[in-house]
DNA sequence: TTGACACTTCGATAGTTGTCAAAGTAAGAA
DNA sequence: TTCTTACTTTGACAACTATCGAAGTGTCAA
């Protein structure tokens, strides 16, 4: 089990802005279920207030601690949930009672 | 909901010392649904190349995140996972994709 | 009561992190 | 080409964190 890259994911996830970004990626997502939308990162940076540079850099941190993938549309940038991490994440915290 | 609370949680769990110590207690715990056992700190300190302020410091921060409770049996200290907050953590993070 | 043990508290310090302003790049519109 | 928009990179700095040694507290056994 390779400790340092949970370390790198709940590190990733333990500074507030980067966990609401996080989450607004998430809800994004959720609603593009429907919709078929991608998350333009341009879009939920309004509902911060920070400035572009931290808003970078925070998307870069969630995207190395492989939470997301990004790619690049034109001059936009675009996020996805890497669902795979998250079910590992969970499995990792919990008791295995049942064993 | 209270992002402040996850961020604790997060920050408790990002640093590779006190992640270990977390696992280290899940683990006894789990050992315990056999044996009846309890974790003592004192057992799994052995397995750590830091020093003994800094362990406890380390039990702070996680029994302040909310994610073991712990409890002072005569000079020992015995640590629980409060598998209420892991489950909590687990659905913050995933995708409903059922809704 | 003395000593050993299991922590805890305190103070210090090196290292890390979040944020910003300024300057840079790259895409698309005019 | 020039301008605007969207993001990135760089450099700096204040704030926070992990760790330690030293000293402190409380428990238990001799």
């Known amino acids: 089990m390779d400790i340092k ?9 333990s500074n507030e802005n980067r966990l609401e970004i996080y989450l607004k990626i998430v809800e994004k997502q959720e609603a593009s279920f429907d ?10 940076a309004g509902c911060f207030k920070i ?3 931290t808003i970078s850099h925070h998307i870069k941190e969630l995207s190395n ?3 997301i993938f990004t790619e690049k549309k034109g001059k936009y940038l675009i996020c996805k949930v890497n ?17």
């Not at 919709?35 to 939920?44: A, Q, V």
């Open 5 to 13: 890259k949970y370390t790198k994911i709940f590190k990733a996830l």
């Open 35 to 44: 919709t078929g939308d991608e998350c333009f990162i341009n879009e939920i």
């Open 51 to 53: 400035g572009a540079p």
């Open 65 to 67: 601690a492989g939470l």
């Open 83 to 99: 669902e795979g991490v998250v079910d590992q994440v969970s499995k990792l915290l919990k008791l295995q009672k049942s064993k």
